[in-house]
């Protein structure tokens, strides 16, 4: 039913990495931020079904004014919630020299004051090509951190202390157990997992970058460090490799909130219809076109 509503409508699905396995095999792309927001980009079909949360559909919404995206279900990232407009404005004022660059993750009433926008994938590269010394940046302080040990610049995490709950679960005891149960195999994470375990991975990378990691390295087994969505993935995209969940409980409740029931009925029905108000959306478009056209 999902394909023939799909034809009859001209849509296509796309779906975040951390997707329910069963909503990643039926979209017709699945990826990270990034790879999303660029396919959004380019995507000639006149509905778009989101399979994310808030701020990717309301990312894809912006790319596209002319055309309908549909969010199956409510989805509402918590990291993005940590962002308060005061706290921009008020590190903006203490550090008025500073460029801001902010993760995609975040609302696009928030976008409108970045003159960057970032992914996991490039945010060491859009920092590092910022003009002044010191950047803005939120709101993941591990990614914040990670940044700055990675480029020559200064980074101001704003706010102190955003987080993903879902990353940040994951400790080094589970690291530890892990390493026990599988040892001697290669830790990979995501930067927004706290430092204990960055600092004890062998390789650090968006979701993308993990998948290419694992296709290219010599190793056959891998612990990972991030939403367990993406294991689906890894075994899907890199067949005769092993991959094991660093912690079985990182798993991000609202990216799992879409199920193929959800998505049948968003294509039948065309609801939950993302809108962003338009004088928002001209102004979010600048920095994350140009994020787009830096392609780093
Ligand atoms: S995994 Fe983390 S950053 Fe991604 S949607 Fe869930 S809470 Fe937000």
Do not use: W
Request: proline content about 5%.
């Amino acid at each position: 039913m999902i394909e023939k509503l799909k034809d009859e409508k001209n849509a296509i699905i796309l779906a975040h990495n951390y997707s329910r396995p069963e909503i990643q095999d039926v979209a017709d792309f699945v990826g990270d931020s990034l790879e999303l927001a660029e396919k959004a980009s380019k995507t000639d079909a006149d509905i778009i079904v989101f399979c994310g949360v808030d701020f990717m559909a309301e990312t894809a919404a912006i790319l596209n004014p002319g055309k309908k995206v549909l969010i199956p279900d409510i989805a509402i990232c918590p990291m993005a919630q940590m962002l308060k407009t005061e706290d921009l404005l008020k590190a903006k004022k203490r550090y008025p020299d500073a460029e801001v660059v902010l993760y995609i993750n975040t609302l696009a009433e928030h976008k409108v004051y970045a003159d960057c926008i970032c992914t996991s994938a490039n945010a060491g590269d859009i920092v590092e090509s910022m003009n002044s010394d010191t950047v803005i940046f939120g709101p993941d302080i591990n990614l914040a951190r990670y940044v700055e040990s990675q480029t020559s610049k200064r980074v101001i995490p704003v706010p102190e202390y955003g987080l993903c709950p879902t990353h940040h679960q994951i400790t080094a005891e589970d690291l530890s157990d892990a390493k026990a149960r599988h040892p001697g195999v290669e830790i990979v994470a995501h930067p927004e997992c706290t430092e204990n375990i960055l600092k004890r991975a062998n390789a650090i990378a968006s979701t993308s970058g993990m998948i290419k990691y694992c296709k290219e390295s010599e190793e056959n087994e891998f612990l990972i460090a991030t939403e367990i969505g993406l294991i689906h993935r890894l075994r899907k995209d890199v067949p005769g490799k092993k991959f094991y969940p660093l912690s079985k409980s990182a798993v991000c409740p609202q990216m799992k909130t879409h199920t193929l029931r959800k998505v049948e009925r968003a294509l039948e029905v065309e609801r939950i219809h993302v809108k962003v108000p338009k004088d928002i959306a001209e102004k979010a478009m600048i920095p994350i076109q140009r994020m787009l056209s830096m392609r780093c």
